[in-house]
């Protein structure tokens, strides 16, 4: 069973800095393509960014240059760097896990999921 | 990229057949049959409950059936029951590694 689980969430005031971590368990983990899932309060679930297998990462426009993704395979985790937060990055991040094979595509629905961890962006 | 539309709630009573529908554009729903569904239970770990437009994960209730036609794709629930109060959330592939999201359906159960 393909297990996820998030860390690192908390309360940071605007223009601060964050790092979410997300440990994986019950799969290849070289090979995981893991994505990064927030809702905000009220809202719904947003894609924020993913990072495939060999360490290619790609970020949704509202974060691009300030949220990073990256892996550490050696310690099974996947990290979401967040910079410059904003209030409006207050929200539950979720780590997912990618998978589906289609032609040549690749990682098109989100088989596991964490609980999340919160993330408080105030002053 | 704009999120998939769906409706914002959708209510019936317990034994009801309901249905949640997914509106995107050629470039995502209507170019690609990798349409996803999953239910949320608010504090809880969201849950695929279809894959492929179709296709359900093992273990998943054959009460939850999906389909799509041009750039819409819907979701089933028959026979429906308490625990399937939740919110509902639909996504598509857009190409290019891709994944655009649904805004929600709160599904009420009567």
């Known amino acids: 069973e393909v297990q996820l689980v998030e860390s690192g969430g908390g309360l940071v005031e605007p223009g601060g800095s964050l790092r979410l971590s997300c440990a994986v368990s019950?799969?290849?983990?070289?090979?995981?393509?893991v994505s990064w899932v927030r809702q905000a309060p009220g809202k719904g679930l947003e894609w924020v960014g993913h990072i495939k297998k060999g360490g290619a990462a790609d970020s949704a426009e509202p974060v691009k240059g300030r949220f990073t993704v990256s892996r550490d395979d050696s310690k099974h985790t996947i990290y979401l760097q967040m910079n410059s937060l904003k209030t409006e990055d207050t929200a539950v991040y979720f780590c997912?896990?990618?998978?589906?094979?289609?032609?040549?595509?690749?990682?098109?629905?989100?088989?596991?999921w964490g609980q999340g961890t919160l993330v408080t962006v105030a002053s | 990229q704009s999120a998939l539309t769906q409706p914002a709630s959708v209510s019936g009573s317990p034994g009801q057949l309901i249905t949640i529908s997914c509106t995107g554009t050629s470039s995502d729903v209507g170019n690609y049959n990798l349409v996803s569904w999953y239910q949320h239970h608010p504090g809880k770990a969201p849950k695929l409950i279809i894959y492929e437009v179709t296709k359900r994960p093992s273990g998943v209730s054959s009460r939850f059936s999906g389909s799509k036609s041009g750039i819409t794709a819907s979701l089933t629930i028959s026979g429906l029951q308490p625990e399937d109060e939740a919110d509902y959330y639909c996504c598509s592939y857009a190409g290019s590694d891709t994944l655009l999201l649904g805004g929600g359906t709160k599904v009420t159960v009567l």
């Open positions: 019950g799969l290849t983990f070289s090979d995981a393509w």
């Open positions: 997912a896990h990618n998978a589906g094979h289609y032609d040549d595509i690749w990682g098109y629905f989100l088989a596991s």
